[in-house]
């Protein structure tokens, strides 16, 4: 790797999948995988193209129950770029001695490049050199760009360039045994001699997608027009022409491809769609430079560099692979998109392309440089608002529920079971019981609007979201009359390890603290929301919820009177009953399994359950710690009229700290974050972990299912909001930097308000410096010192390490 380029010198089959996955290209609009344009899905290689938001439903017979699943479709594959030599077999890597091979992913702008040097089985040896982007400007165009060298031989070629609309979804494994086919064939054809067209539909959603590609021959730079052969089958079309090659002769060979969807606005119909746009796009070069330059502005704006202490650039690098993955699953175009941000990208199915609570850990990023990206992902959950109305009424409650797992409408996409692929048994499924998903929508919201103070937005769209959501959590509650508390039964925490108490068959646990705190946040939060509407909104969404000053009072009575629960002298215990559960022998585990990161998969082979054990997937009471400053969290304690002792939050972190698998990917990012001012060594050790949760795949071999955006966004905002200390409150900038020794020098943009900001810190200094600025100079602050700042003013802090 170099600073701007993931590269691979090496063919290696079984590291495959990651590489595909990792090598996605995308534009917010649809994503394919890195796979080569010659292979099919085989055990090895397993190409994926997905549309945002592409989902359809199947049902399966499983487990004695019938059970429906939303799922990302893999959408039909427009790679397929094969020839073969002299009637010899059709070219693949596997059949050929590689000499020389080189795959590099640049993310400066986008590019997809493969050079093979090969030897075939009659000693001819030859050169493969190809080039693919997904455009970041058109997103409806996509292309690859094949150049083959005869280096010591003459003859025929032949190559063949198709669309393969017949895919199954199958790059999870666990989910082999359910339903997979989405797509049905509608056409194929031929519009022009250079053009074939596919047109498809998925089976339930009805999404109609359309591809057209043009397929040029180049020869000396010279257009070639070579007899062509049509192929077509049942989803499936493909040209087939021959080409003489001379010896060191070359030829080069441009596919571009549109794609469209009924789904698509300012559309007549997309088959049309897609072959006008194939007619009027030009050829690769010319592209490739629109291309840059759409990558070049989102650089502008996400640009991070580093100096490591050790003159490595492999923090730098990856980060940027973080970015850069980040924004070819939502980009610009996602705006003009009715979409959420799904956990593992567009890059694979895991997870079957949901929306969970990640975005937590994803809108912090946004709302630093395109905060217009956050507002159009704050609209996916608005529009399903009246959906979550109607799971809180069927659940039995008033307000909103959203769902744990959101896909195409918002109804709940979480499965009633799941596979145990170690036990191959099917386990009842409770994670829907996690209900701190309306608090991290809550909580995005509100932060949206504290780094843009968007009031239009708020007014008309968060403020009923916040409401209806606080509405629900404070039905949640119910009154112990003994305790005189507030409290919350029966949930799941982020934790998801404990989904019920021991020998119970009540699901969920009770007074989980991190649902109890950010409950009573919620709800105190929508009190201040109130405030901030002009009285003729508060007035109308009064009257259209129906809110009542008694209902209003009732929320902050609750806001007063949670119950949380402690044990062992001060520690917040994650759940009531907590310390009663057995201490994990966790040597013996990891003497056993290694990192035991999935601790839930391997007690449930021993047909035992992490319920019996203090033992965490990922952070639950310490996710406290990561959105709350301590001084926040002192005054939610403070207005709960529990004790609030600083001294011991380190012991609260070591406590879980040392209970946790880091199942999830989430988990390091948060712990990294907890310990970046109390142990800078502890935070970093977890920061490069999490860095390389993806690109070392570390959980295991499941990053080719789809890389983990939110680990991804979060190690960024490591660097942003945890080591520069960057907060966005009370109408102020605010740093307070804390860098690990690891980092000499940190330098990113930001904005904030409508301003453009540069900023330079190293362990002693901090420099703002104000590019741009059409409006009112912001309020600005560095640890205690406050200051205001405007276009062209720079403020320097000289810092001494806390
Ligand atoms: C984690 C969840 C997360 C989900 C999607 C799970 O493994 O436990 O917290 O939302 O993955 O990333």
């Given at each position: 790797m170099n600073g701007w380029s993931l590269i691979y010198e090496n063919y290696e089959p079984e590291k495959e999948g990651l590489r595909e996955a990792l090598c996605t290209l995308g534009n917010g609009y649809f994503c394919t995988r890195g796979a080569a344009p010659e292979a099919a899905a085989d055990g090895v290689h397993y190409p994926g193209t997905y549309l945002a938001g592409g989902y359809n439903r199947l049902t399966t017979q499983i487990a004695g129950r019938t059970i429906e699943n939303e799922d990302l479709v893999n959408f039909p594959n427009w790679l397929p770029l094969s020839f073969r030599i002299e009637e010899g077999p059709w070219f693949e890597l596997e059949r050929v001695k590689i000499l020389s091979f080189r795959q590099e992913l640049d993310l400066e702008c986008g590019l997809l490049q493969r050079t093979v040097r090969f030897q075939d089985s009659e000693q001819r040896i030859s050169r493969l050199r190809q080039r693919r982007m997904v455009h970041m400007c058109n997103r409806h165009l996509a292309a690859l760009e094949t150049t083959l060298t005869a280096e010591n031989w003459s003859g025929r070629v032949e190559f063949r360039s198709a669309l393969d609309g017949r895919i199954k979804n199958g790059n999870v494994e666990r989910y082999r045994d359910l339903a997979n086919e989405h797509l049905q064939a509608i056409s194929t054809g031929q519009p022009s001699q250079e053009t074939i067209f596919l047109k498809i539909r998925t089976s339930q959603s009805r999404i109609e997608m359309a591809l057209a590609a043009r397929t040029l021959i180049f020869s000396e730079e010279r257009e070639q027009s070579p007899e062509r052969h049509l192929e077509e089958s049942q989803g499936y079309v493909g040209q087939t022409f021959e080409l003489n090659l001379p010896r060191s002769g070359s030829v080069r060979i441009e596919k571009v491809v549109s794609l469209f969807t009924s789904r698509d606005e300012a559309i007549s119909e997309c088959g049309l769609e897609a072959i006008n746009a194939i007619s009027r796009a030009p050829g690769f070069e010319n592209l490739l430079e629109h291309h840059r330059r759409a990558w070049a502005h989102l650089w502008r704006r996400y640009?991070?560099?580093?100096?490591?202490?050790?003159?490595?650039?492999?923090?730098?690098?990856?980060?940027?692979?973080?970015?850069?993955?980040?924004?070819?699953?939502?980009?610009?175009?996602?705006?003009?998109?009715?979409?959420?941000?799904?956990?593992?990208?567009?890059?694979?199915?895991?997870?079957?392309?949901?929306?969970?609570?990640?975005?937590?850990?994803?809108?912090?990023?946004?709302?630093?440089?395109?905060?217009?990206?956050?507002?159009?992902?704050?609209?996916?959950?608005?529009?399903?608002?009246?959906?979550?109305?109607?799971?809180?009424?069927?659940?039995?409650?008033?307000?909103?529920?959203?769902?744990?797992?959101?896909?195409?409408?918002?109804?709940?996409?979480?499965?009633?079971?799941?596979?145990?692929?170690?036990?191959?048994?099917?386990?009842?499924?409770?994670?829907?019981?996690?209900?701190?998903?309306?608090?991290?929508?809550?909580?995005?919201?509100?932060?949206?609007?504290?780094?843009?103070?968007?009031?239009?937005?708020?007014?008309?769209?968060?403020?009923?979201?916040?409401?209806?959501?606080?509405?629900?959590?404070?039905?949640?509650?119910?009154?112990?009359?003994?305790?005189?508390?507030?409290?919350?039964?029966?949930?799941?925490?982020?934790?998801?390890?404990?989904?019920?108490?021991?020998?119970?068959?009540?699901?969920?646990?009770?007074?989980?603290?991190?649902?109890?705190?950010?409950?009573?946040?919620?709800?105190?939060?929508?009190?201040?929301?109130?405030?901030?509407?002009?009285?003729?909104?508060?007035?109308?969404?009064?009257?259209?919820?129906?809110?009542?000053?008694?209902?209003?009072?009732?929320?902050?009575?609750?806001?007063?009177?949670?119950?949380?629960?402690?044990?062992?002298?001060?520690?917040?215990?994650?759940?009531?009953?907590?310390?009663?559960?057995?201490?994990?022998?966790?040597?013996?585990?990891?003497?056993?399994?290694?990192?035991?990161?999935?601790?839930?998969?391997?007690?449930?082979?021993?047909?035992?359950?992490?319920?019996?054990?203090?033992?965490?997937?990922?952070?639950?009471?310490?996710?406290?710690?990561?959105?709350?400053?301590?001084?926040?969290?002192?005054?939610?304690?403070?207005?709960?009229?529990?004790?609030?002792?600083?001294?011991?939050?380190?012991r609260n972190i070591a406590y879980y700290l040392e209970r946790t698998s880091h199942g999830s990917t989430l988990s390091q990012v948060v712990h990294s974050w907890v310990l970046s001012r109390s142990d800078r060594e502890g935070s970093w050790q977890l920061f490069t972990e999490a860095l390389s949760s993806d690109i070392d795949d570390i959980q295991g071999g499941t990053t080719h299912e789809g890389i983990h955006l939110g680990a991804m966004a979060g190690t960024v905002d490591l660097m942003q909001r945890g080591y520069v200390g960057i907060e966005t409150r009370g109408d102020q900038l605010r740093f307070n930097p804390c860098l690990p020794r690891e980092l000499r020098r940190l330098q990113m943009r930001l904005r904030y308000r409508g301003l453009s900001l540069e900023l330079e810190v190293t362990p002693r200094r901090l420099s703002v410096t104000c590019v741009q600025c059409g409006c009112e100079p912001i309020k600005i602050r560095c640890r205690n010192d406050e200051a205001t700042i405007t276009g062209g003013q720079t403020l320097v802090w000289n810092l001494t390490q806390e």
């Open positions: 640009g991070l560099d580093i100096r490591e202490t050790d003159g490595s650039e492999r923090v730098r690098m990856i980060l940027r692979l973080h970015i850069f993955h980040l924004l070819q699953t939502v980009s610009f175009h996602t705006i003009e998109l009715d979409v959420g941000v799904p956990a593992r990208g567009w890059h694979g199915e895991a997870y079957r392309g949901h929306v969970f609570w990640d975005e937590l850990f994803i809108f912090p990023l946004l709302n630093l440089r395109t905060p217009e990206i956050t507002r159009t992902l704050l609209h996916y959950r608005h529009r399903r608002l009246p959906e979550a109305r109607s799971a809180a009424r069927q659940a039995g409650y008033r307000g909103a529920l959203y769902p744990w797992q959101s896909g195409s409408n918002g109804r709940e996409e979480s499965q009633d079971v799941h596979l145990n692929p170690r036990s191959g048994r099917w386990i009842p499924d409770n994670s829907h019981l996690q209900r701190h998903v309306n608090a991290a929508i809550a909580w995005n919201v509100w932060h949206y609007y504290q780094v843009t103070g968007d009031a239009e937005f708020i007014s008309f769209y968060g403020a009923e979201m916040i409401l209806e959501i606080a509405r629900f959590c404070a039905g949640l509650t119910t009154w112990n009359e003994n305790l005189g508390r507030y409290e919350i039964l029966g949930v799941m925490g982020p934790d998801e390890y404990h989904d019920s108490y021991p020998g119970s068959d009540r699901p969920g646990l009770d007074n989980n603290a991190y649902t109890n705190v950010m409950v009573v946040w919620i709800l105190t939060c929508a009190l201040e929301m109130l405030n901030i509407l002009s009285g003729e909104r508060l007035l109308e969404l009064k009257e259209t919820l129906e809110l009542s000053n008694e209902e209003m009072e009732n929320w902050e009575d609750i806001s007063h009177r949670m119950r949380l629960v402690f044990h062992d002298d001060n520690i917040l215990s994650q759940f009531e009953g907590y310390d009663k559960l057995e201490e994990l022998d966790w040597k013996t585990y990891r003497a056993r399994h290694g990192r035991v990161m999935r601790l839930d998969r391997i007690l449930e082979a021993e047909k035992d359950t992490p319920n019996r054990y203090k033992c965490s997937k990922q952070a639950d009471v310490l996710m406290l710690f990561y959105l709350f400053s301590s001084d926040e969290l002192a005054s939610i304690f403070e207005r709960l009229g529990y004790p609030f002792e600083y001294e011991t939050i380190p």
